[in-house]
């Protein structure tokens, strides 16, 4: 197997401000954009070639990618004028692909960081002879997936996206947002509309007598959909929790890049990373974070599971735990934002205007 569809036309908007200049699998994640540790994996697992499906801002994605070659894959593009949906969009990118009815395509989300054995994988689907294989991982809240239960064999039951009630709750296996295709499959797929394959290609071939094949492999798995989750992947990759050959660093408790100015006594841990011509001032802590290019962190301030935009600037002082900074904001001294809190590119939050009394 050496083809693969990458798809990444998503607009990213649960995660805003965070992909308003920035579309959500080109968000810098341990020092690269996000999608570079998904394509350095594929090329790791023999992918050669590598079709990305691209929407939102698609103008990014080949300055910085090229033909791949950097990557050690045969990267192409393929732009959708309007959303496809996940079907539509693998349709769409078909047209590139040069296998075979019968050859086995890897298509995987832009949004998912996972320690997938993705060799694994296309070796299960070739030997249970299927027409779509799934990876499946098991959640303790699978409300907000797709759930898809197997029988002992791997075999694909039924479909249920997203459950609304506790009766549709049947199982804990999800679909984990990577799949292997026989090639024939994805020519069935209409062209020209939007087609979801959780919702009509997979029930309709599964209906039809189609084989469908789960692999259930509870290895790491992340879905990138909010600001914590990508702090998160971020920081464990950082760490070594999944491995990625594009980290561009040693694992451990801080990536600092190039360019970077970090004062003598400033506390860096938890897996953050501080982007090239950042800097952080005498005093500060920053513990799990995404500081981006640029980005200023002035002296004794707090910061920790947050990301700060490229070229914003957090005051002396302040507190940030688990806020959002867009790109060029600029927090002033001596304010404190909790949990949740968003700042929107470019905006200007005076001096000492929000503070948490100990009681609230």
């Given at each position: 197997?050496?083809?693969?569809?990458?798809?990444?036309?998503?607009?990213?908007?649960?995660?805003?401000?965070?992909?308003?200049?920035?579309?959500?699998?080109?968000?810098?994640?341990?020092?690269?954009?996000?999608?570079?540790?998904?394509?350095?994996?594929?090329?790791?697992?023999?992918?050669?070639?590598?079709?990305?499906?691209?929407?939102?801002?698609?103008?990014?994605?080949?300055?910085?990618?090229?033909?791949?070659?950097?990557?050690?894959?045969?990267?192409?593009?393929?732009?959708?004028?309007?959303?496809?949906?996940?079907?539509?969009?693998?349709?769409?990118?078909?047209?590139?692909?040069?296998?075979?009815?019968?050859?086995?395509?890897?298509?995987?989300?832009?949004?998912?960081?996972?320690?997938?054995?993705?060799?694994?994988?296309?070796?299960?689907?070739?030997?249970?002879?299927?027409?779509?294989?799934?990876?499946?991982?098991?959640?303790?809240?699978?409300?907000?997936?797709?759930?898809?239960?197997?029988?002992?064999?791997?075999?694909?039951?039924?479909?249920?996206?997203?459950?609304?009630?506790?009766?549709?709750?049947?199982?804990?296996?999800?679909?984990?947002?990577?799949?292997?295709?026989?090639?024939?499959?994805?020519?069935?797929?209409?062209?020209?509309?939007?087609?979801?394959?959780?919702?009509?290609?997979?029930?309709?071939?599964?209906?039809?007598?189609?084989?469908?094949?789960?692999?259930?492999?509870?290895?790491?798995?992340?879905?990138?959909?909010?600001?914590?989750?990508?702090?998160?992947?971020?920081?464990?990759?950082?760490?070594?929790?999944?491995?990625?050959?594009?980290?561009?660093?040693?694992?451990?408790?801080?990536?600092?890049?190039?360019?970077?100015?970090?004062?003598?006594?400033?506390?860096?841990?938890?897996?953050?990373?501080?982007?090239?011509?950042?800097?952080?001032?005498?005093?500060?802590?920053?513990?799990?974070?995404?500081?981006?290019?640029?980005?200023?962190?002035?002296?004794?301030?707090q910061v920790g599971a947050s990301l700060i935009g490229a070229g914003a600037s957090v005051g002396?002082?302040?507190?940030?735990?688990?806020?959002?900074?867009?790109?060029?904001?600029?927090?002033?001294?001596?304010?404190?934002?909790?949990?949740?809190?968003?700042?929107?590119?470019?905006?200007?939050?005076?001096?000492?205007?929000i503070r948490f009394s100990p009681d609230a």
């Amino acid at each position: 197997m050496t083809e693969a569809i990458l798809l990444v036309g998503g607009q990213g908007t649960r995660l805003r401000p965070v992909t308003v200049n920035t579309p959500k699998p080109m968000v810098p994640t341990a020092g690269v954009p996000f999608l570079a540790h998904q394509i350095a994996r594929a090329a790791a697992a023999g992918v050669t070639h590598i079709v990305m499906a691209t929407c939102y801002l698609a103008e990014v994605f080949e300055p910085y990618f090229g033909d791949g070659s950097d990557f050690g894959v045969h990267l192409e593009y393929v732009v959708e004028d309007e959303p496809l949906g996940t079907g539509g969009a693998i349709r769409n990118a078909a047209q590139l692909l040069t296998g075979g009815p019968d050859s086995s395509v890897l298509v995987f989300n832009g949004d998912i960081l996972t320690g997938l054995d993705i060799a694994g994988l296309v070796e299960s689907h070739k030997a249970a002879d299927a027409d779509v294989s799934l990876h499946l991982v098991r959640v303790d809240d699978p409300r907000a997936f797709g759930l898809v239960p197997t029988d002992p064999d791997g075999r694909v039951l039924a479909f249920t996206e997203k459950p609304q009630t506790p009766e549709e709750i049947i199982t804990d296996q999800i679909n984990a947002g990577c799949y292997v295709f026989r090639r024939s499959v994805i020519d069935s797929i209409p062209v020209g509309r939007p087609v979801s394959v959780e919702r009509e290609t997979f029930p309709g071939l599964l209906a039809s007598g189609g084989r469908l094949h789960g692999v259930t492999e509870n290895t790491y798995w992340m879905d990138l959909g909010k600001p914590e989750a990508i702090i998160q992947a971020s920081a464990d990759l950082v760490r070594g929790v999944v491995p990625s050959p594009a980290v561009p660093g040693r694992r451990g408790e801080s990536l600092v890049l190039p360019g970077a100015q970090v004062a003598a006594g400033v506390k860096l841990s938890g897996g953050t990373v501080v982007g090239a011509g950042a800097r952080i001032e005498a005093g500060a802590v920053v513990d799990g974070c995404i500081v981006l290019d640029g980005a200023v962190i002035e002296a004794d301030a707090q910061v920790g599971a947050s990301l700060i935009g490229a070229g914003a600037s957090v005051g002396a002082r302040t507190v940030l735990d688990g806020a959002v900074i867009g790109d060029g904001a600029v927090v002033g001294a001596d304010n404190e934002l909790r949990a949740g809190a968003r700042v929107w590119c470019g905006a200007r939050l005076p001096a000492a205007a929000i503070r948490f009394s100990p009681d609230a």
